[in-house]
């Protein structure tokens, strides 16, 4: 079989491994409608289930009558807190470690709270059913103002926990108090403020948004009373966490509970956590005795899964009057809703908040967050970010730009002044984080050509000019980030859920004609991962990734991991990919040093080979070598080509990125037209250029979204103003800007592929840089800082107030 | 409920059935005839993943009744392929181009493309963000959504496909 071959480099190119852009896989079936969604699934004698749903922020239950929900036709039953207690499943656990009501137990905590589960044998008998449940209220008084939470004769929230002293992070202040939590150094902080040249301070908001993937929140459970075993599946991010929970929960052992999370419409952090849907499904399938599906709609998927953000950060910086930061801090009170069902490492109630520090080299730093309790839907995901670091972004980078704006420098040259240097790197920041690897400056100085800055900044003076002297109504404004994230959660030492380290994992089989399957703790919901993951497998094993399947989101035959959210895919499961590759690579090694007779160290690898040093005649294929371990291993080798790693990540990893926006705001109708948006983006190794730059546009319009409309708003009754498409935005083609990427290339130190995770750095860095954009367009006025969302409204208002329409 | 009978022609296939009057046609298409290949992302008519052509106009079909439907041509992602069995050009578009990520909004991002082009063989870039105004995509961003549809254009057309430059 040794016969002449193509070059080094044109095997390696028909390999379609790290760096090219292979066409997905995945593509083949969705194109033509052939993806395999949860609520594609249709099981015999399936029934479905809806929930009864309170109009009330905050009221008691006086009675629930099912009667007329039970006689409609076709349904089957109906459960309430009641029926649930029956199986001691009324509250549940939520990831937090706080508890959370699966159904209304003696009051309701916020509206749209689920109060009662219609069981019956199509989807619109059920909905039938769940709007003849009839629940008399007592209203309560209600808030859903965190920074109202913990003052004097606020409403209780949770009377669960009225004699609860202690949190899960310690002392509570307050009886809607949940955790506090700080890092950095009080002391020091406080004492640089005192000495500061210049400080700013601005209360900075982040306003409670969603994910919003177009798929909504489903599953269909399925319990099979002959064999105990229950098959659940969903719309899971994390499917192994999912089976854990559901074990814990059910007290159905772990091994005959299966998981199943098939094709996902997306996630964006929604579908992490457990939610009284799924428990609700469950419990009617064991009840029932056969399948029941649960579908979300958009209202509720809006109005009670998975919120994010709503911090609001009391932010400080301090200066020398030359431009030199030495000091920040941040004191926030975060609002997690009703329940504690925040989606973070269990350790970390303000998850990795404390890389507020950002990309600058500040000598000392301090945060303080308390948690609250309000009358709002509980969750606290990450959308499209790693744990809390998209507040944290915002917040250092709308404040960068309020103290240049103070110190009178421009917001670049500012942040050039203070950006950590390369030969800082490996670092470590006030806040005790060691960020990995970095190249500031390039990235920077290569924005700021790449969009001709200086030239920008001289139109943006000309039009100041021109608007001064009535010529237009239009301002330019300029909007410029340097943003560094944490992700790939996370190493044990600093990680876990609920106790599981946050390890990822992958399984490789490569069968005896030189394919293989791999599986993996992760799970996509668009990232593309049976493409990316077989091209690490196809550099890392000269296999052409076409010959290797992907498989993911089945508990039975995936290796144990905690899923896909916070960009951890690359950075553990890939590791975990290349290091199960390189196992196997061992093996094959030491069988072609057996066949072409020789030492393991006379051979080296080439591209997809094992050749003799100095005779590259002599070789054998990867190919070749799979056969061998099943035809003709050394002896005392055990047969077979195989290896499966559970990857520790030593540390997190550090992408990071600089971008540039240009907008036009007219002030007279407060409309923002973005007219240039530049994303670079460093994210180390590339594995999949495409998808990568597909990733950066996704993200970006989702960053825009929030910069320039969406919010999840609640009137002072407490009612859920934004639930549906009318009132929530989501941009259309129209909207949505070019967007223009562009790279650099860091690789992390500690990656065995060099790969640091890139799918939420847009959204990371894009959200502060449209904000900083139409900020900066009102900043020569005077104005410091306007709150999200950008909207017309918002922006007219802002120009209203600034007396611009005199 | 009483039922009434309905007769559609879905894909090229007649199909006759007994529907409540409140059933909608994305439940019909989905629940009933297993066609679910078309999504329901909102059912407010706002998201546009449940987008099918009916008598060639582009169709949110969670906002029609199935029995509106009656006597109607209806064409979903699964009728898109060309006779051959071969990727239609939109497609092959949508792959080539990375015109889609987790897949959810695809077919009727496509279904609506394909009434697009039959109505304007050509259009410019502000014709396609404007003509799928009405197709909501959480992952995309729409950049090479509008160049999957371009390609698809060029392919029709018989003109090579130029990306535009970035």
């Given at each position: ?19 090219c ?8 079936r969705?194109?033509?409608g ?37 006689a ?71 808030n859903?103002?965190?920074?109202k ?14 004699d ?29 403020f ?7 301070r ?17 599953c269909?459970?399925?319990?099979d ?14 499917p192994?966490?999912i ?15 299966h ?50 953000r709503d911090?609001?950060?009391d ?15 941040c ?77 009178g ?15 800082q790197?490996p670092?470590?920041?006030a ?10 400056h390039?990235?920077?100085?290569k ?35 340097f ?39 992760t ?8 493409t ?113 790693n ?62 320039m ?32 990427t ?17 799918g ?5 860095g ?30 007219w ?10 | ?12 296939k ?17 629940d ?28 949110k ?11 109607s ?18 497609q ?5 181009m ?29 014709e396609?963000r ?31 496909f ?5």
């Amino acid at each position: 079989m040794n016969d002449m071959t193509p070059t080094s480099a044109e095997r390696a190119a028909k390999l379609e491994g790290m760096g090219c852009k292979r066409k997905r896989v995945e593509d083949i079936r969705f194109v033509q409608g052939k993806g395999n969604y949860v609520d594609d699934l249709k099981l015999p004698g399936m029934l479905y289930g809806d929930f009864n749903r309170s109009p009330h922020a905050h009221a008691r239950i006086k009675k629930i009558d099912t009667t007329k929900a039970a006689a409609v036709p076709g349904v089957v039953a109906v459960i309430t807190a009641e029926t649930l207690k029956t199986v001691n499943l009324a509250w549940m656990p939520t990831l937090a470690g706080d508890v959370q009501m699966v159904l209304a137990d003696g009051k309701v905590l916020f509206q749209n709270q689920e109060v009662a589960f219609v069981i019956a044998d199509s989807r619109d008998a059920a909905a039938d059913g769940a709007d003849l449940v009839e629940v008399e209220y007592e209203p309560l008084p209600v808030n859903v103002n965190p920074l109202k939470a913990m003052a004097q004769g606020a409403p209780m929230i949770r009377e669960d926990l009225k004699d609860k002293t202690d949190g899960a992070h310690g002392k509570r202040k307050h009886y809607n108090h949940i955790f506090a939590w700080q890092a950095g150094d009080k002391a020091a902080t406080d004492a640089a403020f005192a000495k500061a040249d210049v400080t700013i301070r601005e209360l900075i908001v982040y306003p409670r948004c969603h994910p919003c993937p177009l798929e909504t929140c489903q599953c269909v459970a399925s319990f099979d009373k002959i064999k105990g075993e229950l098959t659940l599946w969903g719309t899971f991010q994390a499917p192994h966490v999912i089976r854990t929970v559901g074990s814990l929960i059910s007290k159905i052992p772990e091994h005959k509970i299966h998981v199943i999370a098939p094709d996902i419409g997306g996630g964006f952090g929604n579908k992490v956590g457990a939610y009284p849907g799924y428990i609700c499904s469950i419990v009617a399938s064991i009840v029932t005795g056969v399948p029941v599906k649960w579908v979300e709609d958009r209202i509720e998927n809006l109005s009670t899964t998975a919120f994010a953000r709503d911090f609001h950060m009391d932010m400080e910086i301090a200066a020398t009057k030359d431009g030199k930061v030495t000091a920040m801090r941040c004191y926030t009170i975060a609002d997690h809703g009703a329940f504690d069902a925040c989606a973070n490492a269990t350790k970390w109630p303000a998850g990795l908040f404390s890389i507020i520090s950002g990309a600058y080299d500040f000598p000392t730093a301090h945060v303080l967050v308390d948690g609250v309790y309000t009358n709002k839907a509980p969750g606290g995901v990450a959308y499209r970010c790693s744990f809390r670091v998209t507040e944290a972004a915002y917040a250092i980078e709308r404040a960068m730009d309020i103290m240049a704006q103070k110190l009178g420098m421009d917001p670049a040259e500012f942040r050039i002044k203070n950006l950590i240097r390369r030969e800082q790197f490996p670092y470590t920041s006030a806040f005790g984080w060691q960020y990995d690897s970095g190249d500031y400056h390039t990235a920077m100085n290569k924005a700021m050509e790449a969009v001709n800055y200086k030239k920008l900044r001289a139109e943006q003076k000309a039009k100041r000019e021109a608007f001064k002297r009535g010529e237009t109504r239009e301002l330019m404004g300029i909007g410029v980030v340097f943003f560094t994230e944490i992700v790939g959660a996370g190493p044990s030492r600093a990680c876990d859920i609920l106790g599981i380290a946050m390890f990822d994992s992958a399984e490789i089989r490569i069968h005896p004609t030189g394919s293989g399957i791999c599986r993996l703790g992760t799970k996509s919901q668009g990232q593309g991962h049976e493409t990316t993951y077989a091209q690490i497998i196809a550099t890392e094993l000269g296999l052409p990734a076409d010959n290797i399947a992907v498989e993911e989101g089945n508990t039975d035959t995936a290796p144990y991991g905690l899923g896909t959210y916070g960009s951890r895919s690359t950075p553990v499961s890939g590791a975990a990919t290349a290091m199960a590759c390189r196992k196997i690579k061992a093996k094959a090694q030491m069988i072609a040093a057996y066949m072409l007779e020789v030492h393991d160290d006379d051979l080296e690898w080439d591209v997809d080979r094992f050749q003799v040093k100095g005779n590259p005649e002599r070789f054998k294929t990867m190919t070749e070598l799979a056969w061998a371990a099943y035809h003709e291993v050394p002896p005392g080798m055990e047969p077979g080509l195989e290896a499966i790693n559970y990857y520790d990540p030593p540390n997190f990893t550090f992408p990071f990125g600089a971008y540039i926006c240009v907008v036009d705001v007219d002030v007279d109708t407060g409309t923002t037209k973005v007219r240039r948006f530049y994303a670079l983006d460093d994210c180390g190794t590339r594995i999949n250029p495409m998808i990568i730059e597909g990733q950066i546009h996704g993200g970006l319009t989702e960053a825009f979204a929030i910069a320039m409309g969406q919010e999840i708003h609640y009137d002072d009754e407490g009612n859920v103003t934004t639930a549906s498409f009318m009132d929530y935005f989501l941009p259309t083609a129209v909207e949505t800007p070019h967007w223009e990427t562009d790279w650099t290339t860091t690789p992390s130190p500690h990656h065995p592929i060099g790969a640091k995770g890139v799918g939420e750095s847009p959204n990371v860095g894009g959200v502060p840089c449209f904000s900083n954009a139409v900020n900066d367009a009102f900043a020569f006025l005077g104005s410091t800082h306007i709150q999200m969302p950008h909207d017309h409204w918002r922006t007219w208002t802002a120009a209203e107030k600034l007396g611009l329409h005199a | 409920m009483a039922k009434s009978q309905v007769s559609m022609k879905v894909n090229g296939k007649t199909i006759e059935a007994l529907v409540e009057p409140r059933m909608l046609l994305i439940h019909f298409l989905r629940d009933q005839q297993n066609i679910t290949g078309p999504h329901i992302g909102c059912e407010t008519s706002h998201c546009g993943a449940c987008t099918v052509d009916l008598d060639g106009k582009s169709v949110k079909s969670c906002t029609v009744f199935a029995v509106q439907a009656n006597g109607s041509d209806i064409r979903t992602i699964e009728g898109m392929a060309n006779a051959d069995g071969t990727l239609h050009a939109l497609q092959e578009g949508f792959r080539e181009m990375h015109g889609l990520q987790c897949g959810f909004c695809t077919p009727g991002m496509i279904v609506r493309a394909y009434r697009l082009l039959q109505e304007n063989k050509s259009p410019s870039e502000e014709e396609i963000r404007m003509g799928i105004s009405g197709n909501l995509c959480r992952c995309t961003g729409y950049q090479n959504i509008v160049k999957a549809i371009q390609f698809a254009a060029a392919k029709l057309n018989g003109v090579p496909f130029q990306e535009a430059a970035e």
